[in-house]
């Protein structure tokens, strides 16, 4: 019977990735498969629609067929639209792109439900056989996931081939709890707060332990230990409560918490802590200055467990709460970038020292008053690939530029630095009246596309979004922090004006 829980079949399994390290994600004439499964898992309802919109934000990985001798096999729940698939093939540099669709598999068990796709693959096994037929050799390939569940770790077994991604076992190290313990040990920064909360119960008593320790506590966020983009964060006001030592002081707050602001559509108090009740959460103190960022930090761990510094972004966050991810902008301030990256590294040490391996995130708030310095506070770890994922890396794919951890800038073969504004929400009044097709063309005739030449312009992703939701994702590249902030604005204005044609507005 098979075992997706035999740790040193899996171990076993893992340890043909260190051999394969020097062939993923860089040109060489070395054979590989690329098997690439982006399943999301969140605990939070997706369509089936938005759960394909997720898994296609990942074409990017398309532009890995630049390596001669590479084949993908790319998954999705349902078929991905054949424009959609031109669009990222001739955005390749150097490369013919019928040469490099001939390497490419797009495979799909049609299936238009919100289960993850992971747990659609392995309840098919004549499709599991078909992409294990599309596997060469399997000592040199890989799977890449998204989140990098059990389900996802089953897959890999299942196929014979290892996973470039954080082994589940160690999922809790990227929940809240376990964060706030990893800055505590690695001496990083982080808001007052209290962990492993599992009920209303403790979240009162938590805001009430808080309140007798820091008497100028003004607001606090409760979240879920597994929320994702800030959905599970919910955001309390305690300025008019009784002292902290009033017998009436808890039964206060558990009035503010009956009216639990949600930041899910449709979500309830009821709801919201059910879903604690069962993967727990924390409570912290919302940083507040008179100047707020929210800054985070890109690394990998790679198979021979050397922790490497990616790229920083200041995220662009909105919501009711102000704290659901939007978009971001890279690189992060330099006021703060080596700051954060220096913290960062400290926890990638620890996740490294733990045998993690792949690529995560750290999370930041910093803040200031007036021109002053800004303080730093770390809040969470990303266990996976996230938004900020896609952006990098079809930039650096797209360049073969890089970036210096010690400057804090990427720099493409020119010698020029590049920046970007990206987001995966980009929606405006009349967009779903728009196919793809719309999109593509309305920037070819605009010039808003990605200029290989320059190495400026646009990119889309997300677009089977459009027709359901009237949204897609924008990553505009520009020479310069203004100049990128310019072209994204640009794109934004003329997609919007196309919706509103489209839709006879």
């Known amino acids: 019977m098979f075992d997706v829980h035999d740790q040193a079949a899996y171990d076993a399994l893992q340890a043909k990735l260190v051999p394969l390290w020097k062939s993923i994600e860089r040109l060489n004439a070395d054979e590989q498969t690329i098997v690439v499964v982006p399943s999301a898992e969140v605990d939070f309802d997706l369509t089936a629609s938005q759960l394909q919109a997720y898994e296609e934000r990942y074409l990017f990985l398309l532009l890995l067929l630049r390596q001669p001798r590479a084949r993908m096999v790319y998954i999705t729940g349902q078929a991905i639209h054949p424009d959609i698939v031109d669009y990222y093939l001739d955005l390749m540099p150097g490369v013919i792109s019928s040469h490099a669709r001939k390497r490419l598999y797009l495979l799909s068990p049609q299936e238009a439900t919100p289960r993850p796709l992971s747990q659609k693959l392995l309840a098919r096994p004549r499709l599991l056989e078909q992409i294990r037929s599309l596997i060469i050799d399997p000592d040199r390939a890989h799977l890449v996931p998204f989140m990098a569940t059990w389900k996802d770790r089953e897959l890999a077994m299942r196929l014979g081939i290892p996973m470039y991604g954080a082994d589940p076992k160690d999922s809790a ?31 009162i008593a938590a805001i009430a332990d808080l309140r007798a320790q820091h008497a100028t506590l003004a607001r606090v966020v409760i979240k879920h230990n597994e929320g994702v983009s800030g959905f599970g964060n919910a955001t309390i006001d305690l300025t008019g409560l009784p002292p902290a030592d009033a017998a009436e002081a808890g039964d206060a707050i558990g009035r503010l918490l009956d009216g639990l602001p949600i930041e899910l559509p449709g979500g309830t108090v009821d709801e919201y802590f059910r ?21 985070s930090v890109q690394l990998r761990i790679t198979p021979a467990g050397i922790v490497e510094l990616l790229s920083t972004h200041d995220q662009i966050l909105g919501g009711a709460s ?14 703060y970038a080596s700051e954060i990256s220096a913290h960062a590294r400290k926890v990638g040490d620890l996740l490294a020292a733990r045998g993690v391996i792949g690529r995560f995130a750290l999370d930041f708030v910093v803040g200031r008053a007036g021109s002053g310095s800004w303080s730093t506070s770390a809040i969470e ?15 650096q794919f797209l360049t073969d530029g890089t970036y210096d951890a010690t400057t804090g800038l990427f720099t493409a073969p020119g010698g020029t630095h590049k920046f970007y504004v990206a987001s995966d929400h980009v929606a405006a009044p009349g967009m779903q009246a728009l196919v793809p097709h719309d999109v593509l063309d309305m920037a070819l005739m605009q010039g808003l596309h990605f200029d290989q030449a320059r190495q400026v312009g646009s990119v889309f992703h997300m677009l089977s979004a459009l027709p359901v939701h009237g949204q897609l994702g924008v990553t505009s590249v520009g020479d310069t922090p203004e100049d990128a902030q310019e072209r994204y604005d640009t794109t934004i204005a003329a997609l919007t004006a196309e919706a509103a044609a489209a839709a006879g507005l």
């Open 173 to 203: 190290l990227g929940t809240k709890s376990q964060g706030r313990r990893l800055f505590a040990e690695a001496g990083v920064p982080h808001p007052p707060g209290r962990e492993d909360l599992h009920s209303r119960d403790d979240v």
């Open 275 to 295: 879903l604690l009740a069962e993967e727990g959460g924390i409570v912290e103190e919302l940083v507040e200055a008179d100047e707020i960022r929210s800054p």
């Open 322 to 335: 102000g704290q659901v991810f939007i978009g971001s902008r890279f690189p992060a301030d330099a006021d």
């Open 381 to 395: 770890i990303n266990l996976r690939k996230g938004g900020t994922t896609h952006p990098f890396l079809t930039l």
